[in-house]
């Protein structure tokens, strides 16, 4: 019913910047919170940072003071600005959204999972 996909991963040196874009499509949805997640070889998925449809945001520590993330509702979109990016940034990253169905009852929620994009940061 709704796909996630994610734009803007590559590989990047120390320091740098990249720009993740993840659009969302589908029919007779409307999204709640969006996110990054990333999940490094041998480690575990993490939350990396979320918004709310209202523009609140959670970011790990690990990425506070340089990652910002940010959503367009009108183009179901959001993005996140990487900066000062470091080696252990290094991760697949997905991006999540917790989809409300237009018929669903109204507590119901599902999250959909991006097919991941690849960040690497190396020298």
């Known amino acids: 019913q709704v796909q996630l996909v994610e734009s803007g991963g590559g590989l990047v040196q120390p320091g740098g910047s990249l720009r993740l874009s993840c659009a969302a499509s589908?029919?007779?949805?409307?999204?709640?919170?969006m996110g990054w997640y990333r999940q490094a070889p041998g480690k575990e998925r993490e939350l990396v940072a979320a918004?709310?449809?209202?523009?609140?945001?959670d970011y790990a520590d690990s990425v506070k003071g340089r990652f910002t993330i940010s959503r367009d509702n009108a183009k179901n979109t959001v993005h996140l600005q990487m900066n000062s990016l470091k080696p252990e940034d290094t991760a697949v990253y997905y991006c999540?959204?917790?989809?409300?169905?237009?018929?669903?009852?109204?507590?119901?929620?599902?999250?959909?999972w991006g097919q991941g994009t690849q960040v690497t940061v190396s020298s």
């Open positions: 999540n959204a917790s989809v409300h169905g237009d018929y669903d009852p109204p507590d119901y929620e599902y999250d959909y």
């Open positions: 589908g029919s007779d949805f409307s999204i709640n919170a």
């Open positions: 918004i709310t449809s209202g523009g609140s945001t």
